[in-house]
């Protein structure tokens, strides 16, 4: 699976969008791209994925560039309870290993 | 979205002994299953990959006699660590695929806190 690069950290206050951005200049065409997140003691939970359209569910949008080599997620409204750490993670669909590989992620810090 | 659910949430359990942890998917069926460790500070490591009706795949350095994990049903795996040694505290997560779902989408459960003393 391609691998991604993502800043280690970002703030953002509350009530204004977060911008959380994601490097996969290594992406397959068959690979999707994953966020999840992850917060304090917590099992890592689903927020988006997309393959090269853009996507938008009730937690976040998804922006992936047209050459697919980086992706933005979106959380328009940042609450307190968005602070957590955030994963973007390449993996194809098909085939017979679906595994996530998680690396550092972004930690996000909402402030009041 | 689909609910994965573990449990116990958290366990403390005497150096020696073993202990099992359960995943189950609550709303949909899951063909694959993994488990996850995660140390604190540190990300999540895939520990092993399980196929329902097969014997699971284990990431290298990671023993399978030591981490069992059976995979019996759609909707229900188990690891059992044995002879569980205050290093292998830690917090253990599962997730499961959902098949049904365009990309495969994998859902996690909330995690179980594994302490050995």
């Known amino acids: 699976d391609a691998k991604t690069t993502q800043p280690t950290s970002m703030d953002c206050a509350e009530g204004r969008a977060a911008n959380l951005p994601c490097n996969h200049s290594?992406?397959?065409?068959?690979?999707?791209v994953y966020w999840y997140r992850q917060i304090h003691s917590q099992g890592p939970q689903y927020i988006i994925h997309?393959?090269?359209n853009n996507e938008t569910n009730e937690m976040a949008s998804l922006i992936i560039t047209e050459d697919r080599k980086s992706s933005t997620l979106i959380l328009p409204h940042a609450t307190l309870r968005d602070t957590a750490v955030y994963y973007c993670?390449?993996?194809?669909?098909?085939?017979?290993?679906?595994?996530?590989?998680f690396g550092k992620g972004t930690l996000l810090t909402v402030n009041p | 979205g689909a609910v994965v659910s573990q449990h116990p949430s958290w366990v403390i359990c005497k150096s020696g002994t073993s202990v099992k942890i359960e995943c189950r998917s609550l709303?949909?069926?899951?063909?694959?299953m993994f488990w996850y460790r995660q140390f604190p500070k540190q990300s999540l490591m895939l520990m092993a990959t399980?196929?329902?009706?097969?014997?699971?795949?284990?990431e290298q350095g990671v023993e399978k006699d030591k981490f069992l994990i059976n995979h019996a049903s759609l909707t229900l795996s188990t690891l059992t660590v044995t002879s569980a040694h205050p290093e292998d505290s830690s917090f253990y997560i599962c997730?499961?695929?959902?098949?049904?779902?365009?990309?495969?989408?994998?859902?996690f459960g909330e995690g179980s806190w594994l302490t050995v003393v």
């Open positions: 997730s499961a695929r959902d098949g049904l779902t365009s990309g495969n989408t994998i859902y």
């Open positions: 290594t992406i397959s065409g068959n690979e999707y």
């Open positions: 997309g393959l090269k």
């Open positions: 993670i390449v993996r194809a669909s098909g085939g017979s290993n679906y595994k996530l590989t």
């Open positions: 709303d949909f069926q899951a063909t694959t």
């Open positions: 399980s196929n329902e009706g097969s014997k699971a795949t284990y």
